[in-house]
């Protein structure tokens, strides 16, 4: 029995350490996109901070999830976050499973690139949303009365630059339409709906968005139209990235995944490359159109 543990053990860590010198080769090729894509995550934080300043607290509006669910109070507010950090615990580790696991659908640097291009678009059309019109906050600490209802002018840009986290996230007001943790929480629901396997997994994860959907207006965080437009607006962009984007390439053939739309000219030079080699009689391999464009 010792002897198995043992021998299992060396080889998962042998599984460790080849994925280990996979992935990192490709971050070398793609840091750039990983990078930008955290670096944004920043950005978002400080546009909602900043339209925090703007906030001006007023009555609640007419919301018909407001009439129709039931109000959790501001004792219970922890449930929808719990809910979503579950959610967000479990997919980060789900990219990692390619490390432990024998059977490996994808490499961890490729489906972070691919959910950072989801991330980056949802949340630049979220900016764009809530600085054009600034609602009222229905949460309780945006309603009027409250000390941190609005920021207090700022002394200096450097002020604005600091994300006081993860109060100043938890405790934000203006930043609504539309919904942050939707974003997410679809993003995540999305992605495992294409790469994953688990078939009962997949229903769980809708069940889930729809659950947090339905405690993020129960709690007051949002208005109802802050989770509907996350619903569409989210589907429609995975949609268009992915329309964007080539498909990632399966791992069977060794070949690495090209994040970025070919250009015509790359296109236009594979084909050539292509032709000449099956005139010729030679086959095409996958993994040398990843090399050509390297060295482009």
């Not at 615990?89 to 696991?101: D, E, G, I, M, Y």
Request: proline share 4%; glycine share 6%.
């Amino acid at each position: 029995m010792t002897l198995y543990i043992g021998r299992e053990a060396s080889k998962l860590w042998k599984r460790i350490c080849a994925e280990t010198s996979a992935e990192s080769n490709l971050f070398i090729d793609n840091w750039k996109y990983i990078i930008a894509g955290f670096v944004f995550q920043y950005i978002h934080g400080v546009a909602a901070r900043g339209v925090h300043y703007l906030h001006q607290p007023g009555p609640t509006l007419q919301d018909l999830g407001f009439f129709l669910l039931p109000e959790l109070g501001q004792d219970k507010a922890y449930i929808s976050e719990t809910v979503f950090m579950f959610v967000f615990l479990s997919f980060f580790l789900w990219t990692f499973h390619p490390f432990v696991v024998k059977v490996k659908k994808f490499y961890t640097v490729q489906i972070w690139c691919r959910v950072l291009a989801y991330l980056v678009v949802s949340q630049t059309l979220r900016i764009f949303t809530f600085y054009s019109t600034q609602l009222p906050g229905p949460n309780y600490h945006c309603r009027p009365g409250s000390k941190l209802a609005r920021l207090p002018e700022p002394d200096g840009v450097l002020e604005v630059l600091v994300i006081n986290f993860p109060q100043g996230v938890i405790y934000g007001c203006g930043d609504l339409i539309f919904s942050s943790h939707m974003i997410f929480t679809l993003v995540f629901v999305l992605t495992y709906q294409k790469y994953g396997t688990r078939r009962c997994i997949k229903q769980f994860g809708w069940s889930i968005a729809i659950i947090q959907s339905l405690l993020i207006v129960a709690s007051r965080k949002h208005y109802t139209v802050d989770v509907v437009v996350a619903w569409y607006t989210v589907n429609l962009v995975v949609f268009f990235v992915d329309k964007k984007l080539p498909e990632l390439s399966g791992r069977t053939n060794g070949s690495s995944l090209i994040l970025l739309p070919l250009s015509t000219k790359d296109k236009d030079k594979w084909t050539k490359e292509e032709n000449h080699k099956l005139l010729n009689g030679n086959s095409v391999n996958p993994a040398d159109r990843d090399l050509q464009v390297r060295s482009a």
